[in-house]
């Protein structure tokens, strides 16, 4: 598993908004980097936090109100990713409510845009029950609902380990050509493989909810499809269908044994968290959600929209100002406020 290596640490800290990593195809971009922030005492994510606010508000009374430039962009995806880390390290303390059923696993805005047949969603109700709870059950078992359920950043670093370093020996052996071939193919991937494939789980959840399990095949082509219509598939030319196909094939497996096999996630999460931890993991993945569309549309909007809180108002105002996110509340909150 710890084949890649001597990573860099350039790359899991997601220095810079740009990764070409061949060294891990971008797979630990950035994700490592953003637990580890999560776990650091309060203060340094505090700090993070109020100088990156000082910034901006600094260039916008520059510009006068005008729109800020792309350096600006980088920085308003960054507040989202510390708002993130933020939520994920207070919910370890038990300090935040977890998230409950209140919506349905509902596709969400554009999520059926390629789809347009329908299944019942929840039908995991009669789910087997765990035999044994064997993840480590984090502070958060202080809460007394449910014992066995993982802390919120535990879940995210368990999907993330999974879904990347878990199989990315196994996808650089299975990938085809040369020496040089492969790398080439490797730098490809770094080039927003990674939170495009999350993004195609994201699509699946947002489609199917529990039941992705029981329509594998169809789910497994969705999230294909996601990868090569991306934004930015235009420069990925070596990604082909063979390639993605064998990403996808070693994601679900590690997708699904995460949530069915080693511990009881599946049984213990309800889609809505599932969908959390897959959109802050593209996230904390893509190099740079300010130039990836699907990034902002699928995971940057609904974790801002949520009412969970994971984005502040202050970064949704940001959004607001910056890309037009995360929509019509946080408008009508800024035209109330003006
Ligand atoms: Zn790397
Ligand atoms: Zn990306």
């Known amino acids: 598993m710890v084949s890649t290596g001597k990573h860099p640490a350039s790359c899991e800290k997601a220095k810079g908004h740009v990764c070409r990593c061949g060294n891990c195809g971008g797979s630990q971009h950035g994700w490592k980097g953003w ?130 370093e878990g199989i990315w020996q196994d996808v650089v052996e299975d990938l085809p050509g040369s020496p040089a071939e492969v790398r080439e193919i490797r730098l490809e991937l770094a080039d927003h493989g990674w939170c495009d494939l999350f993004i195609g789980f994201v699509r699946v959840l947002e489609k199917f909810g529990k039941a992705f399990d029981e329509i594998p095949d169809r789910a497994k082509k969705i999230i294909v499809k996601t990868i090569h219509r991306s934004s930015r598939s235009g420069k990925r030319p070596l990604l082909t269908k063979y390639v993605v196909g064998i990403i996808v094939d070693k994601a679900w497996a590690a997708f699904k044994a995460a949530t069915v096999a080693h511990s009881p996630l599946l049984a213990v999460l309800t889609s809505e968290e599932l969908l959390r931890n897959i959109r802050m993991l593209a996230v904390f993945t893509c190099p740079a959600p300010e130039k990836h569309e699907e990034v902002r549309e699928h995971a940057v909007e609904p974790l801002a929209d949520d009412v969970q809180g994971y984005v502040s108002d202050q970064a949704k105002e940001w959004l607001t100002k910056q890309f037009g996110l995360p929509g019509r509340e946080v408008r009508v909150a800024r035209e109330t406020s003006a």
Do not use: Y
């Open 35 to 164: 637990v580890e922030f999560a776990r650091e005492p309060e203060q340094v994510r505090v700090e993070r936090r109020s100088s990156i606010l000082g910034k901006l508000t600094e260039w916008w009374s520059a510009k006068r109100g005008t729109r800020l430039g792309s350096r600006a962009g980088e920085v308003v995806m960054d507040l989202v990713r510390i708002d993130c880390a933020v939520w994920l390290a207070r919910e370890k303390d038990g300090s935040v409510e977890l998230p409950r059923q209140r919506r349905g696993p509902e596709a969400a805005p554009g999520a059926s845009s390629d789809d347009s047949q329908s299944m019942t969603e929840e039908s995991t109700s009669g789910a087997p029950a765990p035999e044994v709870a064997s993840v480590d059950a984090g502070p958060s078992a202080a809460h007394g609902e449910q014992p066995d359920r993982p802390a919120a950043l535990a879940q995210v670093n368990a999907f993330a380990s999974a879904m990347t």
